[in-house]
C-alpha cells in the first residue's frame, strides 16, 4: 500500500481537537482511521477507485467521516458504516472519471512496491489476477460492483448491506444475484478475448 503519512499528519492536525460524542463510544476520527484506514483504502480500491486516485478518496473519505460521525449511533458496526461512506466517494469520482474520461483500470500501471522478499513469478500471477479481477468488476454497474463487493469480499451480511444501501433486504438479494450473472457474463467475455487475442 503507498504511505499514508501525509494523510495520517492530516488527519491529526485537523482532528485531534475532535471531543468525543456520547453516541458513538468514545470514537474520534484520529482513532476510526488509526484503527480503519487499512479498511477504507482496500474498499477504495474494490469499488474502483484508481491506485493514482486512492491517496485523495482515503482523504476524502476521512472529511466526510469527522462531518458524519454524529450521525454514527452503533446500531451498525462501524465497518458497515465506513463501507456506505467508501460507497459515495466511490460514486463521485466515478462520475469525475467519466466526466475527465479517465483510462480504464488496465492502462493504469500498478503502483503498489513489491515486496522484495516476494517470489517474483507469484507476484507475477497475482498481479495479473488482480488486473483480471478489477477488469471484470469495472464491466459491472456500481451498484451491483457494491453489492458485490459487500457480500463476497467484505463478507457482510444482507441485513447489513440493506442498511448501507437503504434498501430492503430482498433488493440486495435481487442486486447480488444479478451482479454474479453480470460478473459471470463478464468474465466469459474476458476469456473469449484472451483465446483470440484481442485486447480487453
Known amino acids: 500500500m503507498a504511505p499514508r503519512a501525509r494523510i495520517q499528519r492530516f488527519v491529526a492536525r485537523v482532528f485531534s481537537a475532535r471531543r ?60 458497515t458504516w465506513l463501507f456506505g461512506i467508501c460507497l459515495r466517494v466511490a460514486a463521485a469520482q466515478r462520475r469525475r472519471a467519466h466526466v475527465l474520461r479517465e483510462r ?22 497475482a498481479s495479473e489476477a488482480r488486473r483480471r479481477l478489477e477488469r471484470v468488476l469495472d464491466a459491472l454497474t456500481l451498484e451491483k460492483r457494491a453489492v458485490l463487493v459487500m457480500f463476497e469480499i467484505e463478507e457482510m451480511s444482507a441485513g447489513e448491506i440493506a442498511s448501507v444501501l437503504g434498501v430492503p433486504v430482498g433488493t440486495v438479494y435481487s442486486r447480488l444475484s444479478a451482479a454474479r450473472l453480470e460478473f459471470r457474463d463478464a468474465l466469459a467475455r474476458l476469456e473469449r478475448r484472451e483465446r483470440h487475442g484481442e485486447p480487453s
Not at 24 to 50: K, M, Y
Not at 116 to 122: C, L
Open 20 to 79: 468525543a460524542d456520547p453516541n458513538t463510544e468514545g470514537l474520534t476520527v484520529e482513532r476510526i482511521h488509526d484503527e480503519h484506514a487499512d479498511f477504507v483504502w482496500r474498499s477504495l480500491q474494490r469499488l474502483g477507485v484508481r491506485e493514482r486516485d486512492l491517496e485523495d478518496a482515503l482523504q476524502e473519505s476521512f472529511i466526510v467521516v469527522h462531518r458524519r460521525l454524529h450521525t454514527f449511533d452503533g446500531t451498525s458496526r462501524i465497518t
Open 104 to 125: 480504464a483500470s488496465d492502462e493504469v500501471e500498478n503502483e503498489e512496491d513489491p515486496d522484495p522478499g516476494a517470489n517474483p513469478e507469484a507476484t507475477a500471477l
